[in-house]
Nanobody, 121 residues
Framework: VQLQASGGGLVQAGGSLRLSCAAS????????MGWFRQAPEKEREFVAA???????YYADSVKGRFTISRDNAKNTVYLQMNSLKPEDTAVYYC????????????????WGRGTLVTVSS
C-alpha cells in the first residue's frame, strides 16, 4: 500500500489542523493505521492509531486534543489536531500495519512521506 500524507502547515498556538493520509489499493480496510511525528533533533514518536475495527489509541501528550479517524470508503485516515502547542511542531507521518495495532514504529510495514506541522507561539 502507498500512503500520502497532507494537510500540514503553519498555525498559531491554540489553533487547529486536520491531517489526511490517502492510501492506494483496495485493502485499506484491512490495515491498522497510525500517525507518528518527528520533531527536529528528536526521535520519531507515536501519536495515534486506529485499528481495523475503529478502536483508537493516543499518546498521553495528545490525548484530549487530537482525534484519529478513518474513512474506509475513501481509503483515508485523518488526524484532527486541536489546541495545538509549539511542542507539537514536527513532521507527521502516517503508517500502515497489517498485523496488530501498535504504538511501536517497527511494527508498521508501510510509511508515507511526512507533512510538516509548525506551531508558532
Amino acid at each position: 500500500v502507498q500512503l500520502q500524507a497532507s494537510g500540514g502547515g503553519l498555525v498559531q498556538a491554540g489553533g487547529s489542523l486536520r491531517l489526511s493520509c490517502a492510501a492506494s489499493g483496495r485493502t485499506f480496510s484491512s490495515y491498522n493505521m497510525g500517525w507518528f511525528r518527528q520533531a527536529p533533533e528528536k526521535e520519531r514518536e507515536f501519536v495515534a492509531a486506529v485499528s481495523r475495527s475503529g478502536g483508537t489509541y493516543y499518546a498521553d501528550s495528545v490525548k484530549g486534543r487530537f482525534t484519529i479517524s478513518r474513512d474506509n470508503a475513501k481509503n483515508t485516515v485523518y488526524l484532527q489536531m486541536n489546541s495545538l502547542k509549539p511542542e507539537d511542531t514536527a513532521v507527521y507521518y502516517c503508517a500502515a500495519d497489517g498485523v496488530v495495532i501498535s504504538t511501536r514504529e517497527y511494527e508498521y510495514d508501510y510509511w508515507g512521506r511526512g507533512t510538516l506541522v509548525t506551531v508558532s507561539s
